[in-house]
């Protein structure tokens, strides 16, 4: 079955720095990668997802970076805000299901 | 304002007693779907459904059941809840399929 793994697993960033996290699967026919957030006490939502025909995308603050060959996809976040401060999951599709990678818990320091 | 709500939020039962955790979407969307969420194995499919009376296994679907009778109601049914039942549960809608998936607030479960 598909493998997704998450990295890091935690991530303490300072208020306005950067923070990036890497999602690496194996199923080569993967064509859809989704980031969620999940908030304490809340369901995942999704915040940007990206389709193997395009490398990058952006969404104010948030962007997200596909390699297709290396089979890894990460998501960027800049100027970090406290409100940042969540759980991030990946969640490429494999056979026609999302494949939840096992969270990055950030934390943004004020 | 759009959204899919799951009612218990919280629900604590014992082993056998039959529940239902009712799920409802005011998007009309085709695709439902519940999960299960559980320390270190993130979240994972129990079932899901493309469409009305269309309704498929997902990768953990043992001890549970789902029905869809209408398109924006979605319950999932535990006939003999086990403690290993106890967890997270989210319900998700999309307009069609997998991607742009909107998850519900979770109902957390306990069964002694």
């Known amino acids: 079955g598909e493998n997704v793994e998450q990295h890091p697993s935690t991530l303490s960033v300072q208020e306005g720095d950067s923070a990036v996290i890497k999602c690496t699967y194996s199923?080569?026919?993967?064509?859809?990668f989704p980031w969620y957030k999940q908030e304490l006490g809340k369901g995942p939502q999704l915040i940007i997802d990206?389709?193997?025909?395009?490398g990058e995308k952006k969404d104010q603050r948030i962007a997200v970076t596909l390699n297709k060959t290396a089979k890894h996809f990460s998501l960027h976040i800049t100027e970090t805000q406290p409100e940042d401060s969540a759980v991030y999951f990946c969640?490429?599709?494999?056979?026609?299901?999302?494949?939840f990678g096992s969270g990055t818990r950030l934390l943004v320091r004020p | 304002e759009a959204q899919v709500t799951q009612n218990p939020r919280y629900l604590i039962t014992v082993t056998g007693k039959k529940l239902t955790v009712t799920c409802s979407q005011n998007?009309?969307?085709?695709?439902m779907s519940w999960y299960r969420q559980d320390p270190g194995l993130g979240l994972r499919q129990i079932y899901y459904?493309?469409?009305?009376?269309?309704?498929d296994k997902g990768d953990v679907p043992e001890g549970y059941k789902v029905s869809r009778k209408e398109k924006r109601n979605f319950p999932l049914i535990l006939e003999s809840p086990s403690p290993n039942q106890t967890s997270l549960y989210f319900c998700?809608?999309?307009?069609?399929?997998?991607?742009?998936?909107?998850f519900g607030p979770g109902t957390r479960l306990l069964v002694l």
């Open positions: 990206i389709r193997s025909n395009v």
């Open positions: 998007m009309n969307h085709e695709y």
């Open positions: 459904s493309m469409n009305v009376e269309v309704t």
């Open positions: 199923d080569s026919a993967s064509n859809y």
């Open positions: 998700a809608s999309s307009p069609m399929g997998v991607e742009t998936q909107y």
């Open positions: 969640a490429p599709i494999s056979g026609g299901k999302l494949i």
